[in-house]
């Protein structure tokens, strides 16, 4: 059975930096997306980056140049940093795998993902 657990999240002020981990288990071979997403309170959940398994990442644009998604393939595992971050930032973010090779990683739709992590908590302070 997949399981995705997120850590990392945490509190900080404007400015400041976290790292986000997606730990992965059940899994017999790296997925063909992952993603990170997030969803702030009353508002729907939205994608923050991906990464495809052969390296190609697409970012939204609220945080480009600020947030950085990779993949380790041997431990199937997923980070994001998260650089000069901004209370915009705020939100529940939670790590997406998809095995389907006919996906487009890259458009960041939720419905895309099929299994997903319970979640980790970034709040950014002002």
């Known amino acids: 059975q997949v399981q995705l657990v997120e850590s990392g999240g945490g509190s900080v002020q404007t400015g400041g930096s976290l790292r986000l981990s997606c730990a992965t288990s059940g899994i017999t071979y790296s997925p063909y997306c992952m993603g990170w997403f997030r969803q702030a309170p009353g508002k729907e959940r939205e994608g923050v980056a991906s990464?495809?398994?052969?390296?190609?990442?697409t970012y939204a644009e609220a945080v480009k140049g600020r947030f950085t998604i990779s993949k380790d393939n041997t431990k199937n595992t997923l980070e994001l940093q998260m650089n000069s971050l901004i209370p915009e930032d705020t939100a529940m973010y939670y790590c997406?795998?998809?095995?389907?090779?006919?996906?487009?990683?890259?458009?960041?739709?939720?419905?895309?993902?099929?299994?997903w992590g319970q979640g980790t908590q970034v709040t950014v302070s002002s």
């Open positions: 990464i495809e398994l052969f390296g190609s990442t």
């Open positions: 997406a795998a998809d095995w389907n090779s006919n996906r487009r990683c890259g458009d960041l739709v939720r419905s895309d993902y099929t299994y």
